[in-house]
């Protein structure tokens, strides 16, 4: 386990997204990325699976989104500032648990099943 200041852990978020792919970046559409301390209990029963939760996607896939899309609150991808630390051995793990949870949170954003993010590595 590792403890950062909430602060820390939001540049440590900012950089993440910041060294993603351009491609990646281009494709996102209407979604914002937010921190949180730990999933809220209507969070939990949303993703629909027991254990911890390092990140979650709110949302309608972009593969989803058809013309009637338009003038909708964007799309949310919450990071778990806690359960991340509780997890991470030193700080480089924590970065690399951040940079691994954005990327499986924006796979589901792009219409990846949970099925092709672990085919995928994630």
């Known amino acids: ?7 820390h852990f939001d ?3 900012d950089q ?5 792919p351009a491609w990646v ?3 996102m ?3 914002m990325v937010t921190v949180a301390a730990w999933p809220t209990e209507a969070q939990r029963q949303s993703a629909g699976r027991e254990g911890l939760l390092l ?3 709110e949302g309608v896939p972009l593969s989803r989104r058809g013309g ?3 003038l909708v609150a964007p799309d949310r991808i919450t990071v778990f500032r ?3 630390q509780w997890l991470a051995a030193d700080e480089d793990d924590l970065v690399r648990l951040i940079q691994r949870t954005i990327a499986h949170e924006i796979g589901h954003h792009l219409g990846m099943s949970e099925a092709e993010l672990r085919d995928a590595g994630l």
Do not use: K, P
């Open 55 to 57: 990140g979650l996607y």
């Open 16 to 20: 993440a997204l910041a060294e993603l």
């Open 1 to 7: 386990m590792i403890a950062v200041s909430a602060e």
């Open 29 to 31: 559409d209407n979604v």
């Open 82 to 84: 806690q359960a991340l």
């Open 25 to 27: 970046s281009e494709r």
């Open 68 to 70: 009637r899309y338009h």
């Open 11 to 13: 540049e440590l978020v």
